[in-house]
């Protein structure tokens, strides 16, 4: 069965850190992954990757994919007090599967 | 340009019951996405309709259906409901075939069973 795992579930730091999150993923017929951030309700989209080792960039926030590792990582640098949201990521297989998310908290 | 749109923003229904919710998707998006998202379960992918056409089904049962209309606007069914469909239930739109590409994300429709 498709999975997808979020670490840390959740994360307290300080306005100004550098925060990285993980997804690791085990998926057949492995499409792309897209990282999403999600306030109050809808999520947005953030990035989607489908090649190894080719960093997004997006102002403070970046993600790359390790397809050997099976596996992406989210940094976020100068953290700001608008950057607490779930993160989500979500893996494109057969079927789009979601992981549960990190929950992100930044304090002023 | 207009976003995706949910509605109703609120439901309440009690168990046996069936609901009906409905999606209108960004203007020339022919994708429309359904996901639940219950308290503490992240979110789970239920269908994708594309050109009127059924794509892919997330692991619910059959009681969970939808339809895509002409338009692209989209409706989703749920039949028989039961206490543990109380959940965010997400519509998302976007362009293109056989892609999850920067989905567009309407703001929910909150639906508690009860």
């Known amino acids: 069965e498709d999975k997808v795992v979020q670490s840390p579930l959740s994360l307290v730091v300080h306005e100004g850190d550098t925060v990285t999150l993980n997804c690791s993923y085990e998926?057949?017929?492995?499409?792309?992954l897209l990282w999403y951030k999600q306030e109050k309700k809808a999520p947005t989209f953030l990035f989607m990757l489908t090649s190894s080792g080719i960093e997004k960039k997006s102002g403070r926030l970046s993600s790359i994919l390790d397809k050997k590792e099976l596996s992406s990582i989210l940094n976020i640098t100068a953290t700001q007090t608008g950057d607490s949201a779930i993160y989500l990521c979500a893996v494109d297989g057969n079927k789009l599967v979601f992981g549960a998310g990190t929950i992100l908290r930044v304090k002023s | 340009e207009a976003g995706v749109t949910q509605s109703p923003t609120h439901l309440i229904k009690t168990r046996g019951q069936q609901v009906t919710l409905r999606c209108s998707p960004i203007?020339?998006?022919?994708?429309v996405y359904w996901y639940q998202q219950a308290l503490g379960l992240g979110l789970q992918f239920l269908l994708w309709?594309?050109?009127?056409?059924?794509?892919n089904r997330g692991n619910f049962p059959p009681r969970f259906s939808g339809r895509q209309f002409p338009n692209y606007s989209s409706e989703l069914n749920v039949n028989a409901l039961e206490l543990e469909d109380s959940a965010l239930y997400l519509c998302a739109s976007s362009f293109g075939h056989y892609t999850y590409n920067e989905q567009f994300f309407g703001p929910g429709t909150r639906l508690t069973v009860l």
């Open positions: 203007s020339g998006h022919t994708s």
């Open positions: 309709y594309d050109e009127g056409e059924e794509r």
């Open positions: 998926v057949t017929n492995f499409r792309s």
